[in-house]
Nanobody
Framework: QVQLVESGGGLVQAGGSLRLSCAAS????????MGWYRQAPGKQRELVAT???????NYADSVKGRFTISRDNAKNTVYLQMNSLKPEDTAVYYC???????????????WGQGTQVTVSS
């Protein structure tokens, strides 16, 4: 069973920076993706950014140019560097780890417990 441990959330003023981390343990397969989603009060959970085991990146348009996702494969850890934060970035940020045995089979999804990011104006 995959377990995820998130860290790095907090309160920051607009224009500031935060770095989130998510470490995965118990993983089984080499084909995987790690990423971040967020959910603001009253809104649906939305994609922030993902990075595959092969290095493919995907960002939401709203964070392009401000957020950077990266990973350390040796540590099975994904990072989200968030710069130029805006009040609208305020949300609970969830780490997602996905893995599968092959390219034609479904993904197994595992979610972190979430970490609060609050950006004050």
């Amino acid at each position: 069973q995959v377990q995820l441990v998130e860290s790095g959330g907090g309160l920051v003023q607009a224009g500031g920076s935060l770095r989130l981390s998510c470490a995965a343990s118990g993983t089984q397969f080499s084909i995987n993706r790690m990423g971040w989603y967020r959910q603001a009060p009253g809104k649906q959970r939305e994609l922030v950014a993902t990075i595959s085991s092969g290095g493919t990146l995907n960002y939401a348009d709203s964070v392009k140019g401000r957020f950077t996702i990266s990973r350390d494969n040796a540590k099975n850890t994904v990072y989200l560097q968030m710069n130029s934060l805006k009040p609208e970035d305020t949300a609970v940020y969830y780490c997602l780890f996905q893995e599968r045995k092959g390219v034609l089979v479904p993904w197994y999804d595992y979610w972190g417990q979430g970490t609060q990011v609050t950006v004050s104006s």
